[in-house]
């Protein structure tokens, strides 16, 4: 059998999905990006069918904005029953009265169990208002999410200080339960791309924003960070390799640049770049050890780093006892291949 | 009895470390490598009130009394010696002197911008033929008129580069010496006959002015003299004692911080197989060591309260200042035996704390002063005199 | 003009150890801190005092003996502080909260602006500004890197994406701030003292009100349960990756997802 065969009987086979009956069920509230539907929607899926799955009810999406009512298809591939479309020049850039208000009418007819956002700008500021509106119940940034069939409750783990321990809150008797998760946390759910639907449009007329945007803050710089308080650190060593590459990687990760005593003798970073007990102390979220070989003084000064990924091609480098991921290779390779993987 | 630190010093001493991390930990290294007085430090210190910590809130201070300011001083000592010399040499003398004897018109002149910030102090008594031997002092004031006219100089002066309010000693009748023959003096350091002569280049403590000052003709008037006339020693005699309470709390920030960082790297620091904390010899080093620093807070601390409470402790202090200095000696010994290699080198701030630490034993009166102050107090309540 | 700034308390998270592997949370040393974002909001409204003409108040709601964290806040340049207690209230959810504190924005005849933090230190929560934007009916700006008056407007540095727009709204007005948008100051050393000990007008300066004269009980009843505690798996370290310098790449950039802060 080849491809296109497989295509032809897949293609006989689509089910056009008639927009399931409203009422009750699962909702993710989505954002579009770039004219695409954001990544952190299609994870709030996943987490909606798994949900949507033991409570015997369907998954629903609201999608506002301009021009957007062709990204219902992406959602339906995602395993979205119905798609309702509120497609209006009012609703784009994002403002919170016109979105609150249609949601809020939306959601009063149709009397979702469970609503879904990303904890983006967007989810930050319109979720609570929409469940101070509601009379719901908010967990906001839950990483690990189950269901408590019994009562039909959402349980969910919240990272606390960061992620030092995480506290399981539910919302036991208010709804309708609205659940907050961050970009990245989940896994995307399968896209069929053979699953197709059609949406339902919602006649809307959105309100005004009561924030007016009055243009781009010229001028503006946010305070500093400085590398003690960066919570993505690369740090390289002799053997790191092309530079200009670890400052691309380092900018794809959110992250800064840094080095060992080594890294700076060489003329690779400065000197309040220099990971050392002598140095600057650190303890990001994520330790990326470029071609670092590792000794007392700089391990002490990255210990409290929460996750450490270490590249060498000795495989007997002390770092690598200090690591959780270790990758025994050229450093220089590894982060060609890396800025590849992760771009 | 309540050994606690009330809520009010609690909170004081949340203020005074916050402040210490943010803007004193960042320039420790470089003051001591540049060989300069942390001017922007004092200022902002200044604005935050706690340069008057101690003096009355009538006076522009903070009213917090001496446990208050004990708690600023052992901060400051766990972070930068040097600039808690600064801030000991302005509070602890050189404007104290001016709080325990200066006229409610002195005190509303002088000590109120002192405490304020908006000027520094400094004191001055030692010069090149008295040091211990303070009586032996020879800077001569003449009475002419109103004025008295100062004439001789002062050594190992801190703050005295950029001190704006001296508060000086000097002879005022030879024939009386120590007892009716010496005054004390307010004097400003931008009149004329003031003159800062050279800066001392030291072994540790780098991030102060110590400076020697040379008076030529130097007219002062009669109202500020500080204290009666010919009783100079009375007044810093006073002003001595309470700073040398608060030195010693400087100490034990200092032994703090040695035993802290310590016990830090013994953490971390692994050598056979272990950490340096398995190893037995190392143990009783830290073990010695805090013992010693618990036994000097709750000295420390006691002085402080009964100089709140209105009870005597001039031999306290000098207890204070005895066994302060010489904990923080040998705690920054250890420190540097501990870290090793480490310590000894000038990327870490081990080293900065050894060489930091010595003066402690012989600025504000040697420890050999202050054992002779105790020996004298416990021998007079038995009826016996001893001389120097 | 009149600001009310909310202050909370939350843990030191010096003073905790999550011990992965017993799963359990030691908590060693029992320090609270002003919640960041609070305090940075604290700053703000502190800083539009400083131009002239406005009253700050700070209100909290915590346990005793924490009233601590008005004293900090009074001591830093608030003009008056509002201790709410009462049953339920130490408890409350953010839901619960926002109701209370429109009440006491009510109670208070009213304010102009309502500044509190972004995004809580220890839960992550950032519900409580807007729901009580939402309980006041009022607009609400979230993300505030800096705030400005004027006519009766509000201006503020807000994040889009990753630029940075000004955006404005009339008074009255919530805005929360994030942690780090602001240096706060330090607190006066002499008002430090005169908070604690009740002197120079600082003990009048302190009201406390009690809850159920704002609101009913019954309104009081928490939105959230806690469902127990969880422990992040114990680290295993020394994992190496096989395979092609290819397949490395993808383990690690796998493994970097999700840990990367949004």
Same mark, same amino acid.
């Given at each position: 059998m080849d491809a296109s065969y497989l295509d032809l009987v897949m293609a006989q086979q689509e089910e056009t999905f008639k927009d399931a009956e409203g009422g009750g069920g699962v909702w993710v509230v989505a954002e579009s990006a770039g004219g695409e539907i954001a990544p952190v929607t299609l994870e709030a899926v996943g987490v909606a069918r798994t949900l949507a799955e033991s409570l015997g009810a369907y998954v629903y999406a609201a999608l506002l904005g301009d021009g957007v009512r062709l990204l219902a298809e992406t959602l339906y591939q995602a395993g979205v029953d119905g798609v309702r479309v509120a497609d209006h020049p009012g609703l784009s850039p994002f403002g919170l009265e016109p979105h609150l208000g249609i949601l809020v009418d939306l959601f009063e007819a149709e009397g979702p169990e469970i609503v879904l956002f990303g904890a983006t700008e967007m989810g930050r500021a319109l979720a609570p208002r929409l469940a101070q509106r509601m009379g719901g119940g908010l967990i906001e940034r839950g990483t690990r999410v189950s269901l408590d069939p019994s009562s039909r409750t959402v349980e969910a783990a919240v990272p606390m200080y960061g992620g030092e321990y995480f506290e399981v809150l539910a919302c036991p008797e208010a709804r309708p339960q609205v659940l907050t998760i961050e970009p990245g946390t989940f896994a995307r759910p399968f896209m069929d791309r053979y699953r197709k639907g059609e949406p339902t449009m919602l006649d809307v007329e959105p309100g005004e924003p /009561? *924030?007016? *945007?009055? %243009?781009p803050a010229e001028g503006f710089r946010p305070p500093e960070v400085g590398l003690s308080e960066a919570s993505v650190v690369v740090a390289v060593g002799?053997? /790191? %390799?092309d530079r200009a590459r670890v400052e691309r990687l380092a900018e794809m990760l959110g992250g800064r640049v840094a080095g060992d005593r080594g890294a700076w003798d060489a003329g690779l970073v400065e000197a309040d770049q220099v990971v050392d007990v002598r140095g600057v102390r650190v303890s990001p979220e994520v330790y990326l050890a470029v071609g670092i070989r590792g000794d007392t003084f700089h391990d002490a000064a990255m210990a409290d780093s929460a996750f450490v990924v270490a590249i060498h091609a000795d495989p007997d480098a002390p770092i690598f006892e200090k690591a959780d991921l270790c990758v025994t290779a050229e450093p220089g390779e590894v982060v060609r291949a890396l800025l590849t993987a992760l771009g | 009895m309540d050994f606690t630190f009330s809520r009010e010093a609690k909170a004081l001493r949340r203020m005074v470390r916050a402040f210490v991390e943010k803007e004193v930990a960042p320039i420790a290294a470089e003051i001591d490598r540049e060989h300069r007085v942390p001017l922007g430090v004092m200022r902002k210190l200044g604005k935050t009130g706690l340069l008057g910590v101690c003096f009355p809130q009538e006076y522009? #201070?903070? %009213?917090? #009394?001496e446990v208050g300011y004990c708690i600023l001083m052992e901060e400051l000592g766990r972070v930068c010696t040097s600039t808690a010399t600064n801030v000991g040499a302005h509070i602890g003398i050189g404007a104290m002197a001016i709080h325990v004897d200066g006229t409610e018109e002195q005190k509303l002149r002088y000590l109120a911008p002192l405490a304020r910030g908006e000027q520094f102090a400094a004191f001055g008594l030692t010069e090149s033929n008295a040091g211990s031997d303070a009586a032996n002092i020879s800077t001569r004031a003449v009475r002419d008129g109103d004025e008295w006219v100062v004439n001789g100089g002062k050594v190992y002066i801190t703050n005295g580069g950029y001190a704006d309010v001296v508060t000086l000693i000097a002879v005022t009748d030879p024939a009386l010496g120590a007892r009716g023959g010496v005054t004390a003096f307010i004097v400003e350091s931008d009149w004329p006959g003031f003159e800062v002569a050279r800066e001392e280049d030291k072994m540790g403590i780098r991030g102060t002015s110590t400076a020697e000052l040379v008076f030529d003709d130097l007219r002062v008037p009669h109202e500020n003299v500080l204290g009666k006339v010919g009783e100079g020693f009375v007044t810093f005699m006073k002003a001595l004692d309470m700073g040398r309470l608060t030195l010693g709390a400087a100490c034990l920030g200092g032994a703090q911080a040695a035993l802290d960082w310590s016990v830090a790297w013994a953490r971390t620091r692994e050598q056979f197989g272990t950490q340096l904390a398995q190893k037995q010899s190392i143990q009783w080093m830290i073990a010695d060591l805090a013992t010693e620093v618990e036994a000097l807070r709750s000295l420390v601390y006691r002085v402080a309260w009964m100089v709140d409470t209105g009870q005597p402790f001039t031999e306290l202090a000098a207890m204070c200042k005895l066994y302060g200095s010489e904990v923080a000696s040998r705690a920054v010994d250890m420190a540097v035996q501990i870290h090793g290699g480490l310590g000894y080198?000038? !990327?870490?701030p081990i080293e900065r704390a050894f060489r930091d630490a010595r003066i402690a034993e012989i600025f504000e009166g040697t420890n050999e002063i202050q054992r002779i102050v105790i020996a004298s107090r416990i021998f007079r309540e038995h009826g016996v005199r001893i001389s120097p | 003009m009149r600001i009310l700034v909310i202050l909370r308390r939350v843990l030191d998270p010096a003073g905790l150890v999550a011990h992965a592997r017993l799963r359990r949370l030691f908590i060693n040393r029992e320090e609270y801190l002003i919640e960041p974002g609070d305090h940075a909001a604290l700053e703000a409204a502190l800083r539009i005092k400083d131009g002239g003409g406005a009253e700050v108040v700070v209100v909290s709601g915590q346990p005793e003996p924490d009233d601590d964290t008005l004293r900090r806040g009074l001591a830093m340049g608030a003009d008056r502080a509002i201790y709410l207690s009462g049953a339920g209230f130490a408890d409350a959810d953010d839901g619960v909260a926002a109701e209370v504190l429109k009440a006491t924005v009510e109670r208070l005849g009213g304010a102009d602006l309502v500044l509190v933090g972004m995004t809580r230190l220890d839960t992550g929560q950032a519900q409580l500004g807007p729901r009580l934007a939402g309980a006041l009916g009022w607009p609400q700006i979230v993300g505030a890197w800096s705030v400005e008056i004027a006519d009766g407007r509000i201006r503020a540095v807000r994040r889009d994406g990753d630029d940075y727009v000004i955006v404005e709204t009339d008074l009255p007005a919530v805005v929360t701030v994030p942690a780090k948008a602001l240096e706060p100051r330090y607190p006066d050393g002499a008002r430090l003292i005169n908070v604690y000990r009740g002197e120079g007008g600082m003990a009048e300066a302190v009201l406390q009100w009690d809850v159920a004269d704002l609101m !009913? $009980?019954? %309104?009081? *009843? $928490?939105l959230l349960e806690g469902r127990g505690r969880d422990f992040p798996p114990e680290r295993e370290r020394g994992v190496r990756v096989e395979g092609s310098i290819e397949e490395a790449a993808q383990a690690v950039a796998e493994a970097l997802r999700g840990r990367r802060p949004g």
């Open positions: /009561a *924030v007016r *945007v009055l %243009g002799r053997q /790191a %390799g | 522009g #201070g903070m %009213g917090a #009394g080198s000038r !990327d870490y | !009913d $009980p019954e %309104g009081l *009843v $928490p």
